[in-house]
């Protein structure tokens, strides 16, 4: 296998590091105006770069909405990986939906997540990045699920393939509420997503 030269590896490291300022610039610039309303010109200016240089990376604002999409997403499956050797399941699955919640409401592109639902609905390429990523997660996921029935952690009468999917669709939904409605505190709703997650499920012995 050809190893890369310092001065690859080094160019390669500030490509990288362009893409991250490029992206972090245009997920600022479309929490302010949103996707269909911000230019090329004012990812430009929020990340000091001409155009020239920015199109050198994007080659247009779709591309940089993909690439959003795609980095955001690729973050998820790798945080949901060690609850295949978790010992308490369950506590495990509670853990990271706690996590993934906190951890986007601290994400100054928050205000786009319903955008990015948008896009993929309307979008074929957004949608086929946001339907593979999903489809890494939903696999993941139902691994665990099937882990804690053979443990006898989870109750076994739940498919795991539809569980699953009411687990990710319940994470995405408390997003969205936290932020159409701010009163929402997460120190608030926090406790009953984790005590709804929980007792959904719960082994029958585990729940009384």
Same mark, same amino acid.
């Given at each position: ?15 990288? /590091? ?24 004012? *990812? ?16 247009? =604002? ?10 955001? &997403? ?15 399941? *369950? /506590? ?13 409401? =601290? ?7 319903? /955008?990015?639902?948008? /896009? ?6 957004? =949608? ?6 999903? *489809?890494? *997660? ?10 804690? =029935? ?26 969205? &509420? ?31």
């Amino acid at each position: 296998m050809d190893q890369q030269t310092p001065s690859a590896l080094a160019r390669a490291d500030r490509q990288a /590091e362009q893409r991250r300022r490029i992206l972090d610039a245009a997920i600022a610039c479309f929490a302010r105006g949103g996707f269909h309303a911000t230019g090329m010109q004012a *990812v430009c200016a929020e990340a000091g770069m001409s155009p020239g240089g920015l199109y050198r990376y994007f080659r247009s =604002k779709e591309a940089i909405i993909e690439a959003i999409v795609e980095r955001d &997403r690729a973050a998820i499956p790798a945080m949901l990986a060690p609850l295949l050797e978790a010992d308490d399941v *369950v /506590e495990a699955i509670v853990e990271a939906a706690r996590q993934f919640v906190a951890g986007n409401l =601290k994400s100054e592109g928050m205000p786009i997540f319903p /955008e990015l639902y948008a /896009e993929a609905i309307r979008n074929p390429a957004v =949608k086929a990045i946001a339907e593979r990523c999903d *489809v890494e *997660v939903h696999e993941i996921l139902m691994r665990v699920l099937e882990r804690g =029935k053979t443990l006898r952690q989870i109750d076994p009468a739940l498919d795991a393939n539809h569980a699953a999917r009411l687990l990710m669709a319940f994470s995405d939904g408390v997003l969205l &509420r936290i932020l159409y409605e701010p009163a929402a505190r997460l120190e608030g709703l926090m406790p009953m997503f984790e005590r709804s997650i929980r007792s959904f499920l719960a082994a029958p012995e585990a729940g009384r």
